[in-house]
């Protein structure tokens, strides 16, 4: 892919981790507080998870990226310093995990600034964006640009990082690609009436799937970004694999293992071309065929 990693360096990787906590699940249902079962389970990621996962790091001597609910922060702000204090990125994931499908530009507003708020009471300014779901619209870009970020990592069009233009402000952020692959919702997560399908995947399982994809992303030039969140990756077993994993992704020679706030300052600051994505649409006055069984 001839990507301008800096000297000495052939691909990028990075571990980020979405602390969503209770979040994502009161998001989704507000009187899922009643649940004790449920919210006991979002709640091992800041409880037992962050801190497990923070040893690791440390044995490691990785640092990492961080994204953090405006509501987990406020709810467990001493967690946030913590994560601070260990050397790694703050970056910002909503307010309370909020679905972003359609929602108007004045809506997203209020959820980023609060987020903002929330994240500056516990003592970290975020210079990253990751959208609640990887849902984007269109006006998110114009939103985080007047804000003063720096980069977003939510959408899912390439293999190395890029410069994203606003369709409306002035100026570009870097955008850093994930994939659904590279993501241990898709592996691990279940609970019974919530989420999942009941196939909780091997940790092995997912050790090998991810190698595979950092070792070709290796090859390519490219950039690999894998997305963990406490509750789940934070279990012994799973962040036992994690730590075999990030071992293994180091070994690649000339893999740049670091943050997405690293990788995305430089590409600002080595990549000229700024890329405009246009909307596509649908012909005028398409009509899409029935589908399935019609009557004969």
């Not at 409880?47 to 709810?75: C, I, K, Q, Y």
């Not at 410069?163 to 955008?175: F, N, Q």
């Not at 509750?231 to 694999?241: C, D, I, K, Q, V």
Request: net charge negative; glycine share 8%; proline share 7%.
């Amino acid at each position: 892919m001839n990507f301008p990693w800096p000297e000495g360096r052939r691909a990028a990787a990075a571990f980020t981790f979405d602390v969503d906590a209770e979040s994502c699940v009161l998001a989704h249902d507000p009187a899922a507080s009643s649940r004790m079962s449920l919210m006991s389970h979002q709640a091992y990621g800041p409880r037992v998870g962050v801190p497990r996962l923070l040893r690791l790091l440390r044995r490691l001597d990785v640092r990492a990226t961080f994204f953090v609910p405006g509501f987990t922060a406020d709810t467990y702000p001493d967690l946030v310093r913590t994560i601070v204090d260990d050397g790694h990125e703050v970056a910002h994931h909503g307010y309370l995990h909020e679905p972003m499908r359609g929602i108007d530009a004045g809506t997203e507003a209020d959820y980023l600034d609060r987020g903002l708020e929330a994240l500056d009471r516990a003592g970290a300014r975020p210079v990253g964006y990751r959208a609640p779901w990887w849902e984007m619209n269109w006006h998110t870009p114009d939103l985080l640009i007047e804000r003063g970020f720096a980069y977003d990592s939510s959408l899912l069009d390439g293999d190395v990082p890029y410069r994203l233009h606003g369709r409306a402000e002035p100026g570009d952020l870097v955008e850093i690609p994930v994939d659904w692959s590279l993501d241990d919702w898709e592996q691990y997560a279940f609970f019974p009436g919530w989420t999942g399908s009941g196939v909780i995947e091997s940790p092995s399982k997912a050790h090998e799937m991810w190698l595979l994809e950092a070792e070709a992303q290796h090859a390519e030039g490219g950039c690999f970004v894998l997305t963990n969140h406490p509750f789940l990756s934070g279990r012994p077993a799973r962040a036992a694999a994690l730590e075999r994993l990030i071992s293994d992704v180091r070994a690649l020679d000339g893999m740049w293992v670091t943050t997405l706030a690293e990788i995305a300052a430089h590409t600002a600051s080595t990549v000229t071309e700024i890329r405009r994505i246009e909307r596509i649409e649908a012909p005028e006055k398409y009509a899409p065929r029935p589908t399935g069984p019609t009557a004969g």
